[in-house]
């Protein structure tokens, strides 16, 4: 049987109502970050214990701190950029998806995205006893890429800048590729990479007509819709 259109993509009707819908697991994700998120900022004990930490993984099995680390953030500045666009972004890929993989599948879409943008920081640094990472950064990237397949010509602002989305993107990756590779400032710009990469993917399998549709959008702009 075939899928019902994406209404996010078909409807400007559906589009606003997506945007004004209630965000109820998107709210409730945010509300568990800044709780554990905040504990953690006096609790040094508990960064420890949930602190993407590669040694902790190969050597003790703690496989939960390749998610764990998303619960945690290096100050209120990370925390709150990483919820705030999780806000916008999550809350409409939640609409999207929850009425075709259902509640748990969103769950599992934000914790999946956690896990596989730490991954390969993790196999990068397996033996290297120095090495943390944490935040919820590759999982942000994985709703906000998410939302920029069904909507590129979106509106996104950057520091109050109005930037198309797919343009935002491009610059977004070239830029994390670039400090990637140059390192020294100690973001983990691998996590974002990778995030972004599975929030395309997933969503392309979640609903493969998505591919076809992105790239007529792409090649009829509509700016910031």
């Given at each position: 049987?075939?899928?019902?259109?994406?209404?996010?993509?078909?409807?400007?009707?559906?589009?606003?109502?997506?945007?004004?819908?209630?965000m109820s697991l998107t709210l409730i994700i945010?509300?568990?970050?800044?709780v554990v998120s905040f504990a953690g900022f006096s609790n040094p004990a508990l960064i420890q214990r949930l602190i993407?930490?590669?040694?902790?993984?190969?050597?003790r099995g703690e496989w939960w701190r390749l998610a764990s680390c998303g619960l945690i953030h290096?100050?209120?500045?990370?925390?709150?950029?990483?919820m705030f666009t999780l806000y916008f972004f999550g809350s409409v890929m939640e609409r999207l998806m929850v009425p075709r993989i259902g509640s748990w599948g969103?769950?599992?879409?934000?914790?999946?995205?956690?896990?596989?943008?730490?991954?390969?920081?993790?196999?990068?640094?397996?033996?290297?006893?120095n090495y943390r990472?944490?935040?919820?950064?590759?999982?942000v990237s994985a709703?906000?890429?998410?939302f920029i397949l069904v909507q590129p010509w979106a509106t996104i602002y950057v520091f109050v800048v109005p930037v198309p989305a797919i343009v935002y993107a491009v610059a977004y990756v070239a830029y994390s590729i670039y400090m990637e590779?140059?390192?020294?400032?100690?973001?983990?710009?691998?996590?974002h990479l990778w995030g972004a990469a599975f929030g395309v993917a997933f969503l392309a399998v979640m609903e493969p007509q998505v591919i076809g549709l992105f790239f007529d959008r792409l090649t009829h702009p509509r700016f910031g819709r």
């Open positions: 049987s075939r899928r019902r259109p994406i209404p996010i993509l078909r409807d400007r009707g559906a589009r606003a109502a997506l945007a004004g819908a209630r945010i509300g568990i970050t800044c993407l930490w590669p040694p902790a993984v190969s050597r290096a100050d209120g500045t990370h925390l709150l950029f990483n969103y769950v599992l879409f934000y914790v999946a995205a956690l896990v596989v943008s730490a991954l390969p920081s993790y196999l990068a640094h397996k033996d290297d006893a990472s944490l935040g919820a950064s590759g999982a709703a906000l890429f998410a590779r140059k390192g020294g400032d100690n973001v983990n710009h691998s996590a």
